[in-house]
């Protein structure tokens, strides 16, 4: 097993290189060149006909939308889309593709020359070169367990034959298993954002592969590849590019050298398996599509295009950290969707202070649910009751202290803020002289922070105000109590 055995100092020597390829599904309702339904979970062979089985004098017919998302997913990750692209046909034999062949794109696609701006550990960005994006098929799939004779026999469900792809390929700019991880989460949000597709990779609709080599530091030419196909999630993509990182120092330390392969991703044993050596690889003899037409797209069409395009992440991200004065941490989580990012925006717009709300919704609400393992939808606090408590901090109304007890009772009985504030309204000391009593006890009990206050440390005045909220049982007025706390040392 690598890993175990190489020294910090050996792995130090080389340098890994990482390329991403990213399949998507498309979200259309019908398949890329056929009326087909594309819906995931039919019952098996329900949504095909003679084109996407490809029986003989079916002809293709391309479906506009597809094109479209295609194209709005080419201007987010900042390609250059061609004026005119080529369907091309990629032969192989595979019992889940019937035609004996995919419809894809080869030398011209739809768009190249994109990036992608991913954050580093360091705090600063690193840009992500994209060599193309092409649009093609999916195959179908062949089901080899399940079954009560799945031992000897493979079943085949063709309902994912002709479903609308695009293939997302990086250059091979990633140096770490991390900045992979980061360049995946990035381009996902981007994909969610522009509603291209679903992106759900335990349904298919996002898959990826990982090609990794290794050269010693300084080294100009690349290492051979590897391929690791199909792991499916970003979690695993990480792990996988770990091991065969690893991997692959062991064997050249060894004094061997890297067969260019394939090799699947076993998440059970956190290894990488060789699946076919490229000597055994497909030559999948491309020639242009003789059944479409090249795909030609007018200014138009492309001034449309980027007229849909929503506010990106990135983008989104500055603006908010701008103008809610968000930290930027914060900011990353709030716009991981759209919609969450909608959601808070429109409730922030309506308080007093929308870090508070961000802070209440990530600390206080977010801590909760994740302790109990939910998500933000299953929350029983709304933004609305989010921005009602930030208001009463905000005017200190209620204090931090109370706040949370609040929100406890909302998490225990699963109701909303404004009902459980409501009902139970937390009294709040405000009378003087009930806090300068009780400020007048903890100044006698603790003499030793009074004198250390007195010779200059003021900073103990924080400590003073926890004694006494503390002896109010969170009920005192924090502003009043931080005035009346510094008057009495001060006297
Ligand atoms: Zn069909």
Redesign the pocket.
């Known amino acids: 097993m690598p890993a175990a055995s190489l020294s910090p100092e050996v792995l130090a020597k080389y340098e890994p290189v990482i390329g991403l390829e990213v399949h998507v599904q498309l979200l259309t309702a019908s398949?890329a060149f056929?009326?087909?339904a594309n819906h995931f979970g039919s019952a098996p062979n329900t949504n095909?006909?003679p084109?996407?089985l490809g029986l003989p004098g079916a002809l293709p017919v391309l479906n506009a939308r597809a094109v479209e998302f295609a194209t709005l997913a080419s201007l987010a990750i900042n390609c250059q889309v061609r004026e005119r692209s080529i369907f091309a046909r990629k032969n192989y034999f595979y019992p889940d593709l019937p035609k004996g062949y995919q419809i894809s794109q080869f030398d011209k696609p739809i768009a190249e020359h994109g990036y992608i701006d991913v954050p580093t550990a360091d705090g600063g960005i690193k840009r992500i070169g994209i060599t193309r994006l092409h649009m093609e098929e999916d195959a179908g799939k062949s089901i080899h367990d399940g079954f009560s004779d799945s031992a000897t026999r493979t079943y085949l469900d063709l309902n994912r034959c002709?479903t609308p792809l695009v293939e997302i390929v990086s250059e091979p700019d990633l140096r770490t298993p991390d900045e992979a991880f980061e360049y995946l989460t990035r381009l996902k949000e981007i994909l969610l954002y522009t509603a291209v597709s679903d992106c759900n990779m335990e349904e298919g609709s996002l898959r990826c592969d990982a090609n990794v080599s290794v050269r010693v530091k300084g080294a100009e030419r690349f290492g051979t590849k590897v391929e690791v196909k199909n792991v499916n999630s970003f979690r695993f993509v990480r792990l996988a590019i770990e091991y065969e990182i690893e991997r692959q120092i062991e064997v050249i330390e060894a004094g061997g050298s890297i067969r260019q392969e394939s090799r699947l991703w076993n998440a059970a044993e956190g290894r990488t398996y060789s699946m076919r050596s490229k000597e055994q690889a497909h030559d999948y003899r491309y020639f242009p599509e003789p059944d479409l037409p090249p795909l030609v797209l007018t200014p138009e069409f492309l001034e449309q295009r980027r007229a849909e395009l929503p506010e990106l992440p990135e983008a989104r991200r500055a603006r908010m950290i701008a103008e809610f004065d968000l930290a930027p941490k914060d900011a990353f989580t709030l716009t991981a969707s759209r919609e969450f990012a909608d959601r808070f925006e429109a409730a922030a717009r309506t308080a007093r202070s929308p870090r508070r709300v961000a802070n209440l919704l990530l600390s206080e609400v977010g801590g909760r649910l994740n302790a109990l393992g939910l998500d933000q939808d299953q929350s029983p606090v709304s933004m609305a009751g989010i921005v009602l408590a930030a208001d009463l901090l905000d005017q200190d109304k209620i204090s931090s202290k109370q706040l949370k007890q609040l929100f406890d009772i909302c998490f225990e009985k699963g109701e909303d803020f404004p009902a459980v504030y409501d009902r139970e309204k937390p009294q709040q000391i405000t009378d003087s002289s009930a806090l300068e009593a009780m400020i007048d006890q903890v100044i006698a009990a603790n003499p030793k922070q009074v004198e250390q206050y007195r010779a200059g440390k003021t900073s103990l005045v924080g400590f003073f105000v926890g004694q006494v909220m503390r002896a109010s049982k969170g009920q005192a007025n924090p502003a009043l109590l931080n005035e009346l706390v510094t008057r009495k040392l001060e006297g």
């Open positions: 398949k056929c009326g087909c095909i006909c084109v996407c002709g």
